[in-house]
């Protein structure tokens, strides 16, 4: 079997293992997280043992997340309903 993911460009870490280093910096749950993201939380468990990869959009939805401090996390999940 072939992987066509598109290669890492240098530093950048697997798909799995950077949701999974975002969701344990932070102190939002892995629900909170998943809303976020736009994905429910069994992705998020699935992307964090590595069970499973982030599709193109569940990684733009990450890249577009991951430097969040928390305050800009918690004003974005009250506009989704969090």
Do not use: C
């Amino acid at each position: 079997m072939t992987d066509t993911a598109p290669p890492r460009r240098r530093n950048e870490p697997s798909r799995h293992s950077a949701a999974a280093s975002f969701a344990a910096s932070t102190v939002l749950s892995a629900a909170d997280y998943a809303k976020l993201v736009g994905v429910s939380e069994l992705t998020i468990y699935n992307w964090e043992q590595g069970k499973s990869k982030p599709s193109a959009e569940g990684l733009a939805a990450w890249v577009a997340i991951r430097d969040l401090r928390k305050r800009e996390a918690l004003r974005r999940l009250e506009m989704v309903g969090g």
